[in-house]
């Protein structure tokens, strides 16, 4: 009995990668299986889709944190202290500014009760 090529290639199960659902994703992430499934609805992160279902590989995940991954900027160093030089003030008139009466007085205005 002879067996088919596709039998044959599934049989070794070792050549095939593990497959990890969003949920495990999520525990190594530290983060939610809804963050992990809406990001990858949305093409964000890598992913595999069996049938309806997402599922990602080591590599995936790997690629993830790469992706998500922050260095800190490097800032040059200042050639001169920062200082800020502040305009010295002119003695320009300036119009001096009254508060609006409160609400409740402007209210009492307008009473039409007799």
Known sequence: MRQSPLAAACSDFSALPRLFR????ADA?????????????????PFTR?????RFTAEHL??????H???PA???????PSVRMVPPRTA?????LR????????????????
Not at 50 to 54: K, P
Not at 74 to 80: G, H, L, R, S, V
């Open 29 to 45: 992430l530290g983060c939610s299986a809804w963050w992990v499934k809406d990001r990858a609805s949305r093409g964000r992160i």
């Open 50 to 54: 069996v049938g309806r279902a997402y």
């Open 62 to 67: 790997a690629e993830i944190i790469r992706l």
């Open 22 to 25: 969003p949920e495990e994703i």
């Open 99 to 114: 508060a609006r009466r409160p609400r409740r007085t402007r209210q009492d205005d307008f009473d039409t009760t007799a």
């Open 92 to 96: 320009a008139p300036s119009a001096r």
């Open 74 to 80: 490097i800032a040059p160093e200042p050639a001169t």
């Open 69 to 71: 991954e922050v260095r």
